[in-house]
């Protein structure tokens, strides 16, 4: 426990540092929403090479600044369904290619994933990264393209992985993308709290903020309620 008492501090510290810069943010900015993220993943094994990983997902916003005209404050954003495969063994470890399909503002949008992940564990802290391009194809805009790329820290209090262990976790994403050959770029920085039921399923709960818009056109700011529950097969 000695070990991980200072990532815990610090950990800490980072969260409540995102919060506070949420509030100001959000009482600086004229363009803002406030609501719930739930999500449930999946991970299955397909073979002794190949794993897939699954997605389940849907927002409300509660709150939204400028309000829009002629329609209710709390809406439903969206849903959407991912499905990756990634191989788990062999010289090319970590590659991984998938789909996901999003339904919001009365339409479908696809998506093409390709990526590459790796993590390494030291004691109860695990480090993982995440590289992701993707193609972006809705009815009614032009083609999106984006390059992300996202760490992660995730502290077990506990035994890693057993039964009864809460853990702590943290996310920073950044997100490049190129749409009517215009780019943009987007910030996200998750801290939750989460709590493993099973050695199969864990339960998260924490904030969500999203910067958007950084490039050119005007800032807006998204805080996100995000729960999220994962089952292993």
């Known amino acids: 426990m000695k070990g991980l008492k200072p990532f815990t501090a610090s950990l800490n510290k980072a969260q409540i540092i995102l919060l506070l810069l949420s509030f100001i943010a959000f009482n600086a900015s004229a363009q803002n929403r406030i609501g719930l993220s739930n ?64 339904y919001a503002d009365h339409h479908f949008a696809h998506q093409l994933i390709q990526q590459y992940s790796f993590s390494k564990t030291f004691t109860s802290l695990e480090i993982s990264h995440r590289f992701r391009t993707e193609q972006i194809f809705e009815e009614t805009k032009a083609d999106k393209y984006r390059i992300r790329y996202r760490v992660g820290f995730k502290q077990s209090l506990k035994n890693s992985g057993q039964p009864n262990n809460w853990f702590l976790k943290f996310n920073n994403e950044y997100i490049g993308s190129l749409q009517n050959k215009t780019g943009n770029l987007e910030i996200r920085a998750l801290g939750a709290v989460g709590y493993t039921l099973s050695p199969k399923n864990q339960i998260e709960a924490g904030m969500d903020y999203r910067v958007r818009d950084l490039i050119r056109t005007k800032t807006k700011h998204d805080l996100w309620l995000a729960i999220n529950w994962q089952h292993n097969f």
């Open 39 to 102: 999500q449930i993943s999946t991970k299955f094994k397909i073979s002794n090479t190949w794993s897939g990983n699954s997605r389940l997902a849907a927002r409300e916003i509660f709150f939204q600044n400028p309000f829009p005209d002629n329609q209710s404050e709390v809406q439903f954003e969206k849903i959407e369904l991912e499905m990756v495969l990634v191989r788990s063994a062999g010289p090319l470890s970590g590659i991984g290619a998938g789909y996901m399909v999003r």
